[in-house]
Nanobody, 119 residues
Framework: QVQLVESGGGLVQPGGSLRLSCAAS????????MGWYRQAPGKQRELVAT???????NYADSVKGRFTISRDNAKKTVYLQMNSLKPDDTAVYYC?????????????WGQGTQVTVSS
């Protein structure tokens, strides 16, 4: 059984910072791309940032310069450092991983972690 478990969400004031983590577990052979997505109430899920196995990154324009994605391959973990947070960043954040496991290759999602930016 493969699982992605996110942590690190919470309530923060505008201008504050949070660091999200997402750890993959189970019978995993390789992890290719990993990423963070978010979904605000009444909106579609959108890409926040992605990172390849080699460390190449891609960001949504709305978070460039404020968010940093990174990964620790040995720990099978992806991180999202979020600085200068704005109320518009309020959403449920989901991690995603493209990985090879005992039953083939597939895309997996975490359960989501709530981030609320409010004074």
């Amino acid at each position: 059984q493969v699982q992605l478990v996110e942590s690190g969400g919470g309530l923060v004031q505008p201008g504050g910072s949070l660091r999200l983590s997402c750890a993959a577990s189970g019978s995993i052979f390789s992890i290719y791309g990993m990423g963070w997505y978010r979904q605000a109430p009444g909106k579609q899920r959108e890409l926040v940032a992605t990172i390849t196995s080699g460390g190449s990154t891609n960001y949504a324009d709305s978070v460039k310069g404020r968010f940093t994605i990174s990964r620790d391959n040995a720990k099978k973990t992806v991180y999202l450092q979020m600085n200068s947070l704005k109320p518009d960043d309020t959403a449920v954040y989901y991690c995603n991983a493209d990985l090879r496991y005992y039953n083939g290759r597939s895309n997996f999602w975490g359960q989501g972690t709530q981030v609320t930016v409010s004074s």
